[in-house]
């Protein structure tokens, strides 16, 4: 009985953390590229989940803005389509408020490549704003290679 318990004791909280929905939290300190934007207003955090992949693979584009409470946001300008990806998802957290008054609010963008070669992952942008300020965070674009998973050349593969 007492093993019982004491495997519910270290199974359980593991299991319940596991479960834990977790659309809210900052990109994963994992992710190969992370670039970001910041005021003293607040920041704006791109994040890729690679910068290389196949043309059968997919790229995760997470997108965090943080504000200080009494900042407002406005609209979040991020357009992957004009840059030749095709969204295969988008998702759009609620704005959380943080125990120190801050606002996190994230985006999730999965992106497939058309064909192999360059792409761009174009600039992120959102204009921050309080009674006296007023700022235009935007993070750099960013390169990933996409690489073909055909082997050989044409004259092979015909």
Same mark, same amino acid.
């Given at each position: 009985?007492?093993?019982?318990?004491?495997?519910?004791?270290?199974?359980?909280?593991?299991?319940?953390? %596991?479960?834990?929905?977790?659309?809210?939290?900052?990109?994963?300190?994992?992710?190969?590229?992370?670039?970001?934007?910041?005021?003293?207003?607040?920041?704006? +955090?791109?994040?890729?989940?690679?910068?290389?992949?196949?043309?059968?693979?997919?790229?995760? +584009?997470?997108?965090?803005?943080?504000?200080?409470?009494?900042?407002?946001?406005?609209?979040?300008?991020?357009?992957?389509? %004009? %840059?030749?990806?095709?969204?295969?998802?988008?998702?759009?957290?609620?704005?959380?408020?943080?125990?120190?008054?801050?606002?996190?609010?994230?985006?999730?963008?999965?992106?497939?490549?058309?064909?192999?070669?360059?792409?761009?992952?174009?600039?992120?942008?959102?204009?921050?704003?309080?009674?006296?300020?007023?700022?235009?965070?935007?993070?750099?674009? $960013?390169?990933?290679?996409?690489?073909? +998973?055909? $082997?050989?050349?044409?004259?092979?593969?015909?």
């Amino acid at each position: 009985m007492r093993r019982a318990i004491a495997i519910t004791c270290v199974v359980l909280p593991a299991v319940l953390t %596991a479960c834990t929905h977790r659309e809210n939290q900052p990109p994963p300190s994992g992710y190969p590229t992370t670039v970001r934007s910041e005021s003293d207003l607040g920041s704006l +955090v791109l994040s890729l989940s690679a910068a290389e992949l196949t043309t059968v693979d997919r790229l995760e +584009v997470r997108l965090t803005l943080s504000r200080s409470a009494g900042v407002a946001a406005g609209e979040l300008a991020f357009e992957p389509e %004009a %840059a030749g990806w095709t969204v295969i998802s988008h998702t759009a957290s609620s704005p959380r408020l943080e125990a120190d008054g801050s606002v996190h609010t994230t985006w999730t963008w999965m992106l497939e490549p058309f064909l192999d070669g360059q792409y761009t992952i174009p600039s992120a942008s959102v204009e921050l704003h309080d009674a006296a300020h007023s700022t235009l965070l935007s993070t750099p674009a $960013q390169q990933v290679s996409v690489a073909s +998973v055909l $082997q050989g050349d044409e004259a092979t593969l015909a």
